[in-house]
């Protein structure tokens, strides 16, 4: 009695044991088109090959000048300019800007040679036929960007493995990289096993569940970026499942299973990976709460999860091992991701050592402070799953932490790296 049912290992420990049987990367490199890469990774890191704007531009409509020539300009004493004509967006100027010129510039367009500012259409006034008096001064650079104020021509603007945002595709698009190298999203087959389940169209009799797993997850690998592949509910049969699983490895990057992988009489997917090919099982149980009975294979170089079948669990579990396949095709650069947001620990939590553990919270402002409320409830409940905003971690050796601790918390729909 009392007696550990697995062997556990540690998060770490797990990844590196699989990171030994798998490619540095698996993910595979494509070309796209600029406007289908939203949302993928970078494969390469991208150096810009031309300045931007690359030109001397107003930011104004105005005029430009020589910022010298309004040195001292005031309402009472209007610094008196030529206007020698206009420059039209779009169009290079042809003549320079002479001392006591002026050109009439719109937002956005070149700046004359010669003149290095731009006055605001409103601090000037007209003085009689192609003249003006300007009322303010402006420094040189004033009102205009230089041609290599935004982007500089050789400059990395976006490592390797950078995450496509609408903004960044724009961006892209300013120094031309119309095709890019970006990573294929992973395929990622989704198993549920259990008798009990049923597809959430039916109506669970008695004793029956909906598959709620193969959602959360195929949900989850679409926000990654990945692309889920559904091969549905199979039963607590060895048979069936060594079968399906045969099918998704064939078709998929890395399965992931849910249910079945504890130690129970119908708990078979550990023997279904070990059974299927080399090297087989990896690993059989995480030192995490929840997410315990977690377990991890390799099949014909390809990764094979085994997560527990309480929904709460299972989404930990990818989390921990799943996702960071998903973000980096490997476990090597785990120290990227987004920033955790810093909280306070609204009640203690109590933790055992030697394993870490996973609290879902959610955020509330008071006073000044944001607090992070502990959501507590059986791994199996649904809805704390759903009221929290994130997770706070409590590291494998502590014993908990005191109530007004300060708290790192990992916010769901962010591109942390547990
Ligand atoms: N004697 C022990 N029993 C259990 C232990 C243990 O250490 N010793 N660990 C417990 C923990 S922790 C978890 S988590 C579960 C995980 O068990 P399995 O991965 O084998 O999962 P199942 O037994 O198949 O299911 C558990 C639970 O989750 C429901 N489930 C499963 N799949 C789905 C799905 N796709 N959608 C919705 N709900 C699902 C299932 O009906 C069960 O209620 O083991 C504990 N037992
Ligand atoms: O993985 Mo279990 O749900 O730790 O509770």
Known sequence: MGEELFNV??????????????PA?????????????????????????????????????????????????????????????????????????????????ATGAM????????VMVEYTEEAGEGCIEVLRPVGPGENILRPDEDIKAGEEVFPGNHLLRPQDIGYLASIGEVELDVFAPLRVGIISTGDELVPPEEKPRPGEVRDINS????????????????????RD?????????REACRETDLVVISG????????????????????????HGLAVRPGKPTLGGVVDGKPVFGLPGHPAAALISFDLLVSP??????????????????????RSLGSAPGREEYFRVKLRRDQGRIWADPILGKSGLLTPMVEAD??????????????????DVYLFGTDYVL
């Open 237 to 245: 049969d060895t048979g069936l499942l060594e079968n399906r699983l």
């Open 25 to 105: 990367d698996l993910r595979r490199i494509t070309r796209k088109s600029l406007l289908d890469c939203l949302g993928m990774r970078l494969a390469h890191p991208v150096v810009a090959r031309e300045d931007v704007p690359g030109f001397m531009r107003s930011t104004v409509d105005g005029y430009a000048v020589r910022a010298e020539d309004t040195f001292g300009a005031s309402e009472g004493l209007p610094a008196f300019f030529t206007v020698t004509g206009e420059v039209r967006p779009g169009v290079a100027p042809e003549r320079v800007i002479a001392p006591g010129e002026a050109m009439r510039v």
């Open 390 to 407: 994130g997770i706070v971690r409590i590291p494998l050796e502590s014993e908990g932490l005191a109530q007004e601790a300060e708290v």
């Open 260 to 283: 079945g992988s504890s130690v129970g009489t119908r708990d078979h997917t550990a023997g279904c990976i070990a059974a299927l090919g080399e090297p087989g099982l990896i690993f």
């Open 9 to 22: 290992l540690t998060v770490q420990e797990a990844r590196e044991k699989m990171a030994s049987c798998l």
């Open 325 to 346: 396949l998903l973000k980096f095709g490997g476990y090597h650069s785990l120290s990227e991701g987004a920033s955790p947001v810093k909280a306070v620990l609204a």
């Open 111 to 118: 700046l004359p040679p010669g003149a290095d500012a731009a």
């Open 215 to 234: 959602y959360t997850l195929y949900s989850m690998v679409r926000a990654l970026g990945g692309a889920p592949v559904l091969y549905g509910v199979v």
